[in-house]
């Protein structure tokens, strides 16, 4: 058993709640444990230069740690720094491979996600999350017509997994993360393919065996993902 009764495959209980934000155009609030990530979806109606006359639109994002959301306090400066930029680029990476560009328009979809509290996973929890305000946003497309309805149901989710006392672990939160020997953020498509991955060991080394183990377990818990995913947007697809 783990520090919060889990056993080594499950998940943190995780909830998605959409439409918590009006002045958008999708939103969601994706809670892992204690994680909790706001992600808001705005449309731009132009792209950036580089795609200016090709039927394309463009997928991007940003993201921050709001300074409440840790103990101690997290500067906003702070926010400005490498991290945050390393992160928001995977989270861009991530949506912009759920969704074909060409489906969108010549538009510019921005995915805000904002850590709210953070107890590990908020990169990952941001991509889940982010990926659900980006659909609502593109059902409001197709409802006005904008767009036809050729997006996909919900395609991608992503989980944390580590290794910890010689054991793999699913979904670290941030205690588990801090003492972890290995530790890989893994983002997944519902075709099973995979869209990144990141790893790395501290102090110590891990096997193919281990590498075999570790994607499987992120599999499993991706796909419980996708389940939540497709139950917070379920009343959104219906309507259209």
């Given at each position: 058993m783990?520090?919060?009764?889990?056993?080594?495959?499950?998940?943190?209980?995780?909830?998605?709640?959409?439409?918590?934000?009006?002045?958008?155009?999708g939103?969601?609030?994706?809670?892992?444990?204690?994680?909790?990530?706001?992600?808001t979806?705005?449309?731009?109606?132009?792209?950036?230069?580089?795609?200016?006359?090709?039927?394309?639109?463009?997928?991007?994002?940003?993201?921050?740690?709001?300074p409440g959301?840790?103990?101690?306090?997290?500067?906003?400066?702070n926010?400005?720094?490498?991290?945050s930029?390393?992160?928001?680029?995977?989270?861009?990476?991530?949506?912009?491979a759920?969704?074909?560009?060409?489906?969108?328009?010549?538009?510019?979809?921005?995915?805000?996600?904002?850590?709210?509290?953070?107890?590990?996973?908020?990169?990952?929890?941001?991509i889940?999350?982010?990926?659900?305000?980006?659909?609502?946003?593109?059902?409001?497309l197709?409802?006005?017509?904008?767009?036809?309805?050729?997006?996909?149901?919900?395609?991608?989710?992503?989980?944390?997994?580590?290794?910890?006392n010689?054991?793999?672990l699913?979904?670290?939160?941030?205690?588990?993360?801090?003492?972890?020997?290995?530790?890989?953020?893994?983002?997944k498509?519902?075709?099973?393919m995979?869209?990144?991955?990141?790893?790395?060991a501290?102090g110590?080394k891990?096997?193919?065996?281990?590498?075999?183990?570790?994607?499987?377990?992120?599999?499993q818990?991706?796909?419980?993902?996708?389940s939540?995913?497709?139950?917070?947007?379920?009343?959104?697809?219906?309507?259209?």
């Open positions: 783990r520090i919060d009764g889990r056993n080594t495959n499950d998940l943190r209980k995780t909830t998605i709640e959409t439409n918590t934000i009006e002045f958008c155009d939103s969601a609030i994706i809670s892992t444990g204690s994680t909790k990530v706001l992600c979806a705005s449309i731009d109606e132009n792209v950036p230069p580089f795609l200016m006359g090709q039927n394309k639109g463009w997928i991007t994002a940003e993201y921050s740690m709001l959301s840790t103990r101690p306090r997290s500067s906003r400066e926010q400005r720094k490498g991290r930029q390393e992160i928001q680029r995977l989270i861009g990476r991530s949506l912009r759920a969704i074909d560009l060409s489906l969108i328009g010549e538009r510019t979809i921005t995915v805000d996600c904002d850590v709210m509290q953070a107890d590990g996973g908020t990169r990952t929890a941001a889940t999350g982010g990926y659900v305000a980006l659909r609502i946003a593109l059902n409001n197709i409802k006005q017509g904008s767009i036809t309805n050729d997006i996909p149901p919900a395609n991608i989710a992503a989980t944390s997994v580590g290794i910890l010689g054991s793999i699913l979904d670290l939160c941030y205690e588990e993360d801090s003492k972890a020997d290995a530790d890989f953020n893994i983002v498509t519902r075709d099973n995979f869209v990144e991955i990141q790893g790395s501290e110590n891990f096997s193919r065996t281990e590498i075999d183990n570790i994607l499987d377990t992120a599999s818990g991706i796909t419980e993902l996708f939540i995913q497709d139950d917070a947007l379920k009343i959104l697809d219906d309507a259209i």
